[in-house]
């Protein structure tokens, strides 16, 4: 199954800290809360009636506009966000819905490149 999500790569934000009385309570950011939500309103209609089991395959490449102060021999995306932290909320934003759970996923393989249309595109297949 191909999945293409329209937009900037976002990454997942570190976890907060805040206290309530003396009990620290750990929250996830509203940004990326907002960033996953999102992530999942454009992929919604494109996710399997059951979500998949057994061990899967992922890919997963983010698209960003380069740019137009970056030399033009800079081809490669080397800047931040962090690769991983992007494949986190992807996956999280997936997770009881196309998948049982992320562990599922034995093989993946990513990168973050330059191009025209910002986007996240996902590819998730099954082990035969």
């Known amino acids: 199954m191909k999945i293409i999500v329209y937009g900037v790569p976002v990454p997942k934000g ?7 009385g003396k009990f620290p309570i750990v929250y996830t950011p509203k940004e990326t809360r907002e960033a996953e939500d999102n992530f999942l309103a454009q992929v919604i209609k494109q996710k399997p009636d059951v979500p998949l089991d057994g061990p899967l395959k ?24 962090d690769l991983d932290n992007m494949i986190k909320l992807v996956l999280d934003a997936m997770n ?16 973050k490149e330059y191009a025209e249309v910002p986007r996240t595109e ?3 297949e099954t082990f035969k």
Not at 96 to 111: A, P, R, T, Y
């Open 96 to 111: 009881n819905v196309f998948f049982k759970d992320d562990s599922q996923i034995i093989e993946l393989s990513s990168s």
């Open 122 to 124: 996902v590819i998730i």
């Open 58 to 81: 992922a890919s997963i490449r983010f698209y960003k506009i380069k740019p137009k102060s970056y030399p033009k021999k800079m081809i490669h995306w080397t800047k931040k966000p």
């Open 14 to 20: 570190r976890p907060k800290v805040a206290m309530r």
